[in-house]
Nanobody, 123 residues
Framework: VRLVESGGGLVQPGGSLRLSCVAS????????LGWFRQTPGKEREFVAA????????KYAESVKGRFTISRDNAKYTVYLQMNSLKPEDTAVYYC?????????????????WGQGTQVTVSS
């Protein structure tokens, strides 16, 4: 099982980035796919997730209206479009997969994780 994130980088406040996560080694269209983020000294924080069944989506309150999660089952890829970025969005962003129907917001439910990609929002 492998999840590989890309698309991170340095961006100015108000800017945009799109993260991608390519999956391999499991039945992608039976998993909830999610994005989490983490800063030093803090717990991993839920950002957004989408299920495979009816594409139910959940967002953290802090990113609603700014971030959009989507998935392409044919390409085994999940995306996170991040707009109107703020300095407090700075973190390592992780892609995760959960073999489930229900979209969970706790990292404890997720079975597989990527290595993370750094997002830095700074002027």
């Amino acid at each position: 099982v492998r999840l590989v994130e890309s698309g991170g980088g340095l961006v100015q406040p108000g800017g945009s980035l799109r993260l991608s996560c390519v999956a391999s080694g499991f039945t992608f269209n039976r998993y909830v796919l999610g994005w989490f983020r983490q800063t030093p000294g803090k717990e991993r924080e839920f950002v957004a997730a989408v299920n495979w069944f009816d594409e139910t989506i959940k967002y953290a309150e802090s990113v609603k209206g700014r971030f959009t999660i989507s998935r392409d089952n044919a390409k085994y890829t999940v995306y996170l479009q991040m707009n109107s970025l703020k300095p407090e969005d700075t973190a390592v962003y992780y892609c995760a997969a959960d073999l489930a129907l229900v979209v969970e917001t706790s990292s404890n439910y997720y079975d597989h994780w990527g290595q993370g990609t750094q997002v830095t929002v700074s002027s």
